[in-house]
């Protein structure tokens, strides 16, 4: 997992590489993309139903940061899902510089990669929910 430090709008702060213990499903995203804007209720969802098993941790790539990303939430209701904000695009670099959004990480509890999916995709789905527990179980998890 990228050594990247997160905020949040009320100024937390997150070591992406200390969030080892449990898996995380980490997503990239900003306000103005149109398939991110598409997965946010779906993965307030998905944080809901596997919460303890899986941390979900969505990350906005928006510049203006706090400005735009918290009516954002509010607009959408998205309680599940944390409000963590990279405004220097420093976690996008760290994918090899201007990653495409959405772009979603699985990571082990131990912070390996499991899998990426690079644009939109239906976190409401079956096939999504097989995707994680597969992934997770092949990581020894």
Same mark, same amino acid.
């Given at each position: 997992?990228?050594?990247?430090?997160?905020?949040?709008?009320? !100024?937390?702060?997150?070591?992406?590489?200390?969030?080892?213990?449990?898996?995380?499903?980490?997503?990239? #995203?900003?306000?103005?993309?149109?398939?991110?804007?598409?997965?946010?209720?779906?993965?307030?969802?998905?944080?809901? @139903?596997?919460? !303890?098993?899986?941390?979900?941790?969505?990350?906005?790539? @928006?510049?203006?940061?706090?400005?735009?990303?918290?009516?954002?939430?509010?607009?959408?209701?998205? @309680?599940?899902?944390?409000?963590?904000?990279?405004?220097?695009? @420093?976690?996008? %670099?760290? %994918?090899? !510089?201007?990653?495409?959004?959405?772009?979603?990480?699985?990571?082990?509890?131990?912070?390996?990669?499991?899998?990426?999916?690079?644009?939109?995709?239906? #976190?409401?789905?079956?096939?999504?929910?097989?995707?994680?527990?597969?992934?997770?179980?092949?990581?020894?998890?």
């Amino acid at each position: 997992m990228p050594a990247v430090e997160l905020v949040d709008p009320e !100024g937390a702060r997150l070591a992406l590489d200390n969030t080892r213990g449990t898996p995380v499903l980490l997503n990239l #995203w900003a306000t103005w993309c149109a398939p991110c804007v598409i997965e946010m209720p779906l993965l307030n969802t998905l944080a809901e @139903d596997m919460a !303890g098993e899986l941390r979900v941790l969505t990350v906005s790539e @928006d510049m203006k940061g706090a400005e735009v990303v918290v009516p954002f939430f509010e607009a959408r209701e998205l @309680d599940n899902l944390p409000r963590w904000m990279d405004p220097q695009n @420093d976690l996008a %670099f760290s %994918f090899g !510089g201007g990653a495409a959004l959405p772009l979603t990480v699985l990571y082990d509890a131990e912070g390996r990669e499991v899998w990426r999916v690079i644009g939109g995709y239906d #976190w409401a789905s079956a096939e999504a929910r097989e995707e994680i527990e597969a992934g997770l179980a092949a990581a020894g998890v």
